[in-house]
């Protein structure tokens, strides 16, 4: 039966005065200091009290000979909050092998010595300790670290080398640091351009206003006519590594159809001034015609009229 025991009186009781420490019931009946798994602490002890080491074990109170016991609602209410928890299947250790190992070690970057770093961010001791944990499915390779970061700038490379707009990297003072492929295709050139100023392929102004005011960030639509190439360009500063960044969108052939439906639009506004003024004349000469038929049916009406008369 259940019992709720009475611990820190009894305790203070039987315990040396400079007791200190959390109260853990083992199955010795003993009080170790500081147990995790300790179900009280002796809240009302000072703190220079509760700094001073514990002196020995103390024998716990036999909980089936006192006084204090439960009611039958609380042993109901106390059976409810227990749980117990068994292993669904044994753990059983596989058997790790070299080339398994090595596998892994393959998976994480890991193949030559200088890359075993053993820094222990993976919360194992070694990266052995680490690959064999991995095999036995207590791990996983993104758990290293390095390897992660390493796979992120990989990843974060990749989508670089891939973007379709041109993208470059300048130093404080200008040069070159690298480019992307988009960015050798727009303006013609390689890595052997790199180290030189920006200025050797393009006109440098928009970086020299950047470099003057670096908290901007620049917008401009720029027609580069050497290349063939009209570009939407945005650029703005890495402060802390006091590089310049420059992205470069390809809108020449949107800027070619914007073009095309102008002198689309241009031409059929022609067309329509010459089919008004076209219509303009036309009425005017039929108007012409009208008028001079009106003159000589009247002059031919008067002439009739006349001869009526004298006849």
Known sequence: ???????????????????????????QRTVVPGCPSAPAVLYS??????TIPLRGTVPMPDPFHTAETLSSEEEQFIASLTAVYQASSPFVRKEITETMIRDVYEKTGKTAAENQLNCSACGYPSCREM???VIEGL??????????????EQRLDRVIETSPNGIVTLDEHLHIINMNPAFRQFFQ?????????????????????????????IEITVNH??????CREVL?????????????MNITKMQK??????????????????????????????AACLGENAARAELLLESLVENAQKE
């Not at 025991?5 to 083992?26: M, P, R, T, Y």
């Not at 002890?45 to 509760?50: A, C, P």
């Not at 703005?236 to 470069?248: C, D, M, R, S, T």
């Open 257 to 286: 159809h914007e073009i095309r439906l102008d002198q689309l639009r241009q031409h059929t506004v022609s067309q329509a001034r010459e089919l008004l003024e076209q219509q303009v004349r036309m009425a005017e000469t039929i």
């Open 1 to 27: 039966m259940p019992v709720v025991i009475n611990q820190k009186k009894q305790l203070k009781k039987s315990a040396s005065d400079d007791f200190a420490g959390d109260v853990c019931v083992c199955p």
């Open 45 to 50: 002890l000072s703190i220079q009290q509760k």
């Open 189 to 217: 050139c390689s890595n052997a351009v790199c180290g030189r100023p920006i200025s050797y392929l393009m006109d440098p102004e928009p970086f020299e206003h950047l470099l003057a005011e670096p908290e901007k960030m």
């Open 131 to 133: 690959a064999i944990a």
């Open 225 to 230: 006519e050497s290349y063939h190439l009209v």
């Open 236 to 248: 703005y500063a890495l402060p802390a590594e006091k590089q310049f960044v420059g992205i470069f």
């Open 139 to 152: 791990a996983t390779p993104e758990m290293c670290i390095p390897f992660f970061r390493k796979t992120a």
